[in-house]
Nanobody, 124 residues
Framework: QVQLVESGGGLVQAGDSLRLSCTASGRTFSSYIMGWFRRPPGKEREFVAAISWSGGSTYYADSVKGRFTISRDGAKNTMYLQMNSLKSEDTAVYYC?????????????????WGPGTQVTVSS
């Protein structure tokens, strides 16, 4: 089992920055890929970014490329999402997720464990 907890969400204005954290506990060594997803109001969950836990390869949705940066700190078992130049359309509940094997990073059901989510609200 892997337990994930997100933090860092909040209410910001358009153009501001925010950094989300995802702290993992439990069988963290079993994580191969970790990702961020979000669920905007009234919409389906969508892929945001992902990172391979060992090699640091990163993947981004086109909608956040150039504005968001995913990173991880293995020593702290923590993954981050630095979000810059936030837009109102970035408003969503943000979730982190963990997969134990190589997966198609943008597909939610490929992930094994999920955090409860953290709300990000961007006012225009």
């Amino acid at each position: 089992q892997v337990q994930l907890v997100e933090s860092g969400g909040g209410l910001v204005q358009a153009g501001d920055s925010l950094r989300l954290s995802c702290t993992a506990s439990g069988r963290t060594f079993s994580s191969y890929i970790m990702g961020w997803f979000r669920r905007p109001p009234g919409k389906e969950r969508e892929f945001v970014a992902a990172i391979s836990w060992s090699g640091g390869s990163t993947y981004y949705a086109d909608s956040v490329k150039g504005r968001f940066t995913i990173s991880r700190d293995g020593a702290k078992n923590t993954m981050y999402l630095q979000m810059n130049s936030l837009k109102s359309e970035d408003t969503a509940v943000y979730y982190c997720a963990s997969a134990g094997t190589a997966v198609v990073v943008a597909i939610p059901y490929h992930y094994d464990y999920w955090g409860p989510g953290t709300q990000v609200t961007v006012s225009s």
